[in-house]
Nanobody, 125 residues
């Protein structure tokens, strides 16, 4: 069974940085991709970024390109999302999710079958 646990959320001022982490267990790094999604109050959940655990290829939503960086430490089975130059509109609950396919092609929520509990990120103006 795949289990995902997020950590690292918090409150930060606009322009600041945060790093959220996703600790994964029960999966093979050769067969999975990990995605980060977020859901703001009153809005639908949206995809933010994705990384292939096998080859490190990445995908970013246009709204975070140049500001967010996804990375993985396969030895620790942990995926990180480094968020810089944060904006108030980045405020959301951030979720990591696992996809039983080794690449991020076709990055959409329905392709991800295992989800963490989420971590709150709040950016004040």
């Amino acid at each position: 069974e795949v289990q995902l646990v997020e950590s690292g959320g918090g409150l930060v001022q606009a322009g600041g940085s945060l790093r959220v982490s996703c600790a994964a267990s029960g999966l093979s790094v050769d067969d999975y991709a990990i995605g980060w999604f977020r859901q703001a109050p009153g809005k639908e959940r949206e995809g933010v970024s994705c990384i292939s655990l096998s080859d490190g290829s990445t995908f970013y939503a246009d709204s975070v390109k140049g500001r967010f960086t996804i990375s993985t430490d396969n030895a620790k089975n942990t995926v990180y999302l480094q968020m810089n130059n944060l904006k108030p509109e980045d405020t959301a609950v951030y979720y990591c999710a696992a996809r039983g396919f080794s690449h991020c092609a076709g990055f959409r929520e329905s392709y991800f079958g295992s989800w963490g509990q989420g971590t709150q990120v709040t950016v004040s103006s």
